[in-house]
């Protein structure tokens, strides 16, 4: 995480500021259970809120940083800092618990925050695909495999291909957002000893999670390790789909290209020289969030009831993960909403082939109309090659075909050069896409 | 997959056997549907199902590869010999679709049935761990955090902590089975130009698989990331587990020992030399159902409607990472059904220390009494101290304390030391992980 | 490692004739010094080249699965089955040995061979770079940044930068062998308790290694770890140079292509359908050999004096990574070697721009004419957007532009768009790649 | 790369200030060529040196950054505030050169500045680990495998096995920082069109660089993965140890901890509950540089001449790679210096399964007294497994055992358990693995 590749909403959620009031929160939360089932005065709980639910500004920081030096452990520093504020009831704070259950319930917070903004991330970049994809499902493209022209398709199709891997993403990062958002306030070793159940469960209903049903001072790492392995798969798609325009954006394709501002300069004299920046630059940031799954993995296999090698690993890329993530999706956001399109480009690229990628649909119609497979297959092959290879047009060609005349007239042959053949499904496959939206 | 970690049943999905098999009902299902449309005759549809529906023998398999040798196109030496089965209608086999169609949706009823033996597998393992943990519930031993003695818990608390990672892990491949069951069967670019999108829709309904809402030649490769990342995050469970039984058989715990039969020799003359080498194995094998996952997420980004770059990756990972795993849940449910677990060894560790584990709960105990925490402090880390340098017993040591026991009579010490106090709350924390499964 | 993606010589290494052979010759040349050392007699170790120097045939290596079956050990089954060929004197085999002196040992021998096969594949790769760089040296193409058109370079200049990275990749294998070229015979922790050093530097002369300086039972994992990890660097730069020629056979751009038998189709009638999937294949294969550097990371952190989980690990990685490699290395020999060039075509793509890509080169000489940089740029600019948009040579709009025409005439404007001026570097830069060849 | 894990002098590394003070170097030494060459006038090199040689203070960085607002483009933004302080000269500054040019070339000091810091800080652990090494190579303790008593070998061995390692390692980065370390200043697509290949000759003479031998506006990124790469080999090696001092420290075992200075708390009133943070810290610290290597591994295979994918990851990895592996080495050096060894504990443990160790040893001896291997195993087992079940001594046991008796009489058992049979070999291993320091 670097702040190039920022945005603030995000960062923030990782600063200190919010990292203790969400601290405040559990402990504050807790003490109103402990007070319910009478282990402190109902007076000690109302004394907390009253004295401590105040932001954590700068001062307020660099006191418990001042303190934390001293101290050397964060969670006592906080607390102390905290009794300055409470008066004489803060010692019934923190009671029966563990250090841990405060700064593991929190990081489930802080992930559930994160989450939330991913979300909104992905329904902003799924309302700009699905925006673009409905104005462009006309705009006839040649598809490509492996890099060459196949048969047609429109650019809507291939923008709400798009659309449904992120719907997908969408369901992946609620299930994950899931599987992370439990709370556990159980003690040293998970068994409850010193603190009732009931805190953990008051606490967890306070802060919107579930509690979490086997502890062991920290919450397993496993549900983590599906977060961040989550947000590698939409790394995956995010990277996808700034390859597509990548490739797009091509000199010799130029069917699509990043949006430049009119002052914008490109990197040289040359108007031509509009690199795909943005794209080249998720593409990069893709590759970084899918590194952060491995050590997330890895956390996995704790020795016994924990050790605390997750936590660094945590720190570094709890934030990364999620602020990276964040970036990419609005930058792909941005470049989707604003991309220009070319279709009289996608238009000449198809058609630069002098309509070949109809020979299939030529060697069907042959095939019906009388002649063995074989034979339509040499009669089909004899023109497309001296079409690829002289430029002349594959549909006159065929026409000056004596064995093809025999079997198809020339206006039979127009009729399979008809682009609307490609394209018929077209709302049937946006329909199926976007059936769900409804 | 190599032979030595392999189980049959999950090894013979990816053999060709059951490959052309599918490869067969994929088609004769596309002619059911076709002939339904009209599009070939009711009677060829029928002459299919007639002539090929049989096993593929190695002398079938033999013969298709050889005929690949000449054709250097698997799906077209597959038909060439299907149709010799079939007869003249053969010609109405495959109408409208390309390979990858046949391919992509044959790959996908592999990995539901590979997920339907790894989740038989996860069950296993579930059964195993459940029995054991209701078994064990009652087997104190010492908590370790950092690898230090902490506070008591049981052994059946362990065991339910893992239960509960390998519960959620079944929800998670649960999930992504269900995103890796899609039926495409689109034609060339995933527009349906040359065949009716309901064809896909019965081929799929057949199948047991939902229809690609938007296929591109190739399914989408995102579900297959999801699907090994979370292959990924189950071995990471798998590791976690293993690492505790081999720290639990190190010499100098001695609480819990992978199963010897009787004739099994250590290695060597030393009976002590009973070596964790199953689970140590288990360790190495998640390490490589992890690696999987990176060329899975890789795979993601094709260029454009698609490129092969994944094909070569799903070759491998495809048996690879599935077999593994199958291979590595059978060898752990075997490990903890046979785990030999030594409850008195337990007990010797957790009291190794002479009652140390519960200079918390007497530091707590003196405050209530009136002590100041500091003083309470003092008087508990003075006493702990001593009984840590000397081994003298810390609950004995505390009884001759003058200042201590100004606070707590003898009778009240000893109370402290009673070890039902740590785990009264087995049965909760049992019933909350075990709660779904009434 | 699957037969599809393999090479039999490579495939060889990891099969049971070599490893027995090879575990034999460590045995007997062990015996040979621990019989120098009078430790047994001399007759013992002649007795064992004797009866036991010759072929592991399918039959042995049956016999040795078969005891292997009853005493699950493999060395011992393997030494059983040795005794049956040597006599009496077999009792002086592996004597104060410990079966990871013969497995670590063997697997040394197992890589280097491995490291010889792939020094010789890079080998092929080099000179089929270096010839094909050489020839084409003086095709000019145009450069690409981002995807975007730049300036003019060569054909040959681009195959020379991917021979520098062959060769680099050449380095850092040669390095990354010796790392892993060791011999370890140190007995049971590495202590040489029960045998003498001298038999650990008699073997190691004997098999082209060096003695481990420090062993414990295993030789240390951070060896192998950078063996893998220079494996993944190599799998990077087949990527790269893949990735290249995938580029370049796009239809759009057609400057290179995979060459195709005279025989093979294309995968349709359509004769443009030349895709290529070699090179598709080899990034997905670069995919898979990056994916086995991580596990071979992870084991270097083993337990104490060893733990096996390194064990199933490598019986994975070491055929898989090498066989994929060499695998890979040999199919991109091959491309290269036969790849097509079309010299006309990178003309025509370099062209396609009017010659745009010398904006930068006319504004430079504009300023030296004499032109303020700010107006220079905006007179370059006018000229290179009209020329973008219209279509229209920029070279002859630079001429019609009075402005320019005030600084630089006609034959000065002509002067700028010489080619040549691009590419009097090349044989510099040929040089300083091929130098150290000569 | 957060604060909490971070060291000034590597930080510092990548702070602008260093980064433009680098950026200056580049630009004034290429003019110094530029003016030996003729292509610039001598004054105007000697103007820029004059002018711009001065720190870059927090104040000129500010107004680099605002001008980077404007311009959107850093290099631009840097040549503009250079120009004010060295007047109209600065006109021929950058002259020829493309950004690239400068920010790879930069890329390439900075990288080797923190190879050199990195360099240093292996060294500091090798000479920590050679002093402990040698202090305690006589200290006893036994060697496990699997977690499970093997045979003895001493504490200095062990760290005389992490020397060696990180010996290797030191000769690995040495490699990979000569692979970073070269200059290019090749121009828009490396074909020194516009600049001559003696200026990048001089500057890279100058900063300690090679010239680039083929640069394709970029210099190629196999330099960088092989870089990382080896960071991430060195991060296994830390975590090696780290696991190793984390076992010792084990409550069971002791027989090593991290120093706890005088006043540092426990984490609990509990004095043994000291956890072995630093060494677990490093673990993680270990997963975040291991991950650090994927997306160095990806970036080699950029489009064409060059696209600008790998500048967000290393923008990222760049800094957390090096600066985390700086402080994880550091750390490791202070622990390493200040560990707490008991050899009490040591020999308490080793002996603590009564010379079981030893059996090996009393089975070959007895087979040279006579015995078959058959029945002197079952002796020994006998009573090594009533010694095992008992806790009775083995070495008593032998001696009461009338078939074992009639073999080995009570001072040749006794010889059988001396500890020096196994460590007489400890100053051959040392030699050889402090052999080149000498």
Same mark, same amino acid.
């Given at each position: 995480?670097?702040?190039? &590749?920022?945005?603030?909403?995000?960062?923030?959620?990782?600063?200190?500021?919010?990292?203790?009031?969400?601290?405040?929160?559990?402990?504050?939360?807790?003490?109103?259970?402990?007070?319910?089932?009478?282990?402190?005065?109902?007076?000690?709980?109302?004394?907390?809120?009253?004295?401590?639910?105040?932001?954590?500004?700068?001062?307020?920081?660099?006191?418990?940083?001042?303190?934390?030096?001293?101290?050397?452990?964060?969670?006592?520093?906080?607390?102390?800092?905290?009794?300055?504020?409470?008066?004489?009831?803060?010692?019934?704070?923190?009671?029966?618990?563990?250090?841990?259950?405060?700064?593991?319930?929190?990081? +489930?917070?802080?992930?559930?925050?994160?989450?939330?903004?991913?979300?909104?991330?992905?329904?902003?970049?799924?309302?700009?695909?699905?925006?673009?994809?409905?104005?462009?499902?006309?705009?006839?493209?040649?598809?490509?495999?492996?890099?060459?022209?196949?048969?047609?398709?429109?650019?809507? $199709?291939?923008?709400?291909?798009? &659309?449904?891997?992120?719907?997908?993403?969408?369901?992946?990062?609620?299930?994950?957002?899931?599987?992370?958002?439990?709370?556990?306030?159980?003690?040293? $070793?998970?068994?409850?000893?010193?603190?009732?159940?009931?805190?953990?469960?008051?606490?967890?209903?306070?802060?919107?999670?579930?509690?979490?049903?086997?502890?062991?001072?920290?919450?397993?790492?496993?549900?983590?390790?599906?977060?961040?392995?989550?947000?590698?798969?939409?790394?995956?798609?995010?990277?996808?789909?700034?390859?597509?325009?990548?490739?797009?954006?091509?000199?010799?394709?130029?069917?699509?290209?990043?949006?430049?501002?009119?002052?914008?300069?490109?990197?040289?004299?040359?108007?031509?020289?509009?690199?795909?920046?943005?794209?080249?630059?998720?593409?990069?940031?893709?590759?970084?969030?899918?590194?952060?799954?491995?050590? +997330?993995?890895?956390?996995?296999?704790?020795?016994?009831?924990?050790?605390?090698?997750?936590?660094?690993?945590?720190?570094?890329?709890?934030?990364?993960?999620?602020?990276?993530?964040?970036?990419?999706?609005?930058?792909?956001?941005?470049?989707?909403?604003?991309?220009?399109? &070319?279709?009289?480009?996608?238009?000449?690229?198809?058609?630069?082939?002098?309509?070949?990628?109809?020979?299939?649909?030529?060697?069907?119609?042959?095939?019906?109309?009388?002649?063995?497979?074989?034979?339509?297959?040499?009669?089909?092959?004899?023109?497309?090659?001296?079409?690829?290879?002289?430029?002349?047009?594959?549909?006159?060609?065929?026409?000056?075909?004596?064995?093809?005349?025999?079997?198809?007239?020339?206006?039979?042959?127009?009729?399979?050069?008809?682009?609307?053949?490609?394209?018929?499904?077209?709302?049937?496959?946006?329909?199926?896409?976007?059936?769900?939206?409804?």
């Amino acid at each position: 995480m670097i702040p190039r &590749y920022s945005r603030k909403e995000m960062a923030d959620i990782w600063e200190p500021a919010n990292r203790f009031h969400i601290w405040f929160l559990i402990e504050a939360h807790a003490c109103d259970a402990l007070a319910d089932l009478g282990v402190i005065p109902k007076e000690a709980a109302k004394a907390v809120w009253a004295g401590g639910d105040k932001p954590y500004t700068d001062e307020r920081i660099a006191k418990i940083d001042e303190i934390e030096r001293v101290t050397k452990h964060d969670v006592i520093a906080f607390l102390t800092e905290l009794a300055e504020h409470i008066g004489p009831d803060s010692r019934f704070v923190h009671q029966g618990m563990t250090s841990s259950d405060v700064l593991d319930t929190c990081l +489930a917070v802080q992930m559930t925050q994160a989450a939330d903004i991913l979300l909104a991330d992905l329904d902003r970049v799924l309302a700009a695909l699905k925006k673009r994809a409905i104005e462009t499902k006309e705009a006839i493209c040649i598809g490509r495999s492996h890099g060459i022209h196949a048969e047609p398709t429109t650019f809507g $199709v291939k923008l709400a291909g798009h &659309y449904a891997a992120f719907k997908r993403n969408r369901d992946r990062l609620l299930a994950a957002r899931a599987d992370i958002a439990t709370c556990a306030i159980s003690g040293a $070793v998970g068994t409850f000893a010193n603190i009732d159940p009931r805190v953990e469960e008051h606490v967890a209903a306070k802060l919107g999670l579930t509690p979490e049903p086997m502890s062991t001072q920290v919450i397993p790492r496993d549900r983590h390790a599906a977060f961040f392995a989550t947000l590698a798969v939409i790394a995956g798609s995010i990277e996808n789909l700034a390859i597509e325009i990548r490739h797009l954006q091509r000199t010799e394709l130029r069917e699509a290209e990043e949006y430049f501002s009119p002052g914008q300069k490109g990197s040289s004299a040359m108007p031509h020289k509009r690199n795909p920046v943005l794209t080249e630059n998720m593409t990069g940031l893709a590759r970084m969030i899918r590194a952060y799954a491995l050590p +997330a993995l890895e956390n996995v296999a704790l020795w016994h009831e924990r050790d605390i090698s997750h936590s660094s690993v945590e720190r570094m890329i709890g934030p990364d993960a999620t602020v990276t993530l964040d970036f990419a999706l609005n930058r792909l956001a941005g470049v989707v909403e604003n991309l220009v399109v &070319y279709p009289e480009n996608m238009l000449a690229n198809l058609n630069s082939l002098g309509g070949l990628h109809n020979s299939q649909r030529v060697l069907l119609q042959l095939t019906q109309a009388g002649m063995s497979r074989e034979d339509a297959y040499k009669a089909v092959q004899r023109n497309a090659m001296e079409s690829w290879k002289t430029g002349k047009s594959f549909q006159n060609l065929l026409k000056a075909d004596e064995e093809v005349a025999r079997h198809l007239q020339d206006d039979a042959i127009d009729a399979l050069f008809d682009l609307g053949y490609h394209v018929k499904h077209v709302d049937t496959i946006l329909d199926r896409v976007f059936a769900e939206d409804a």
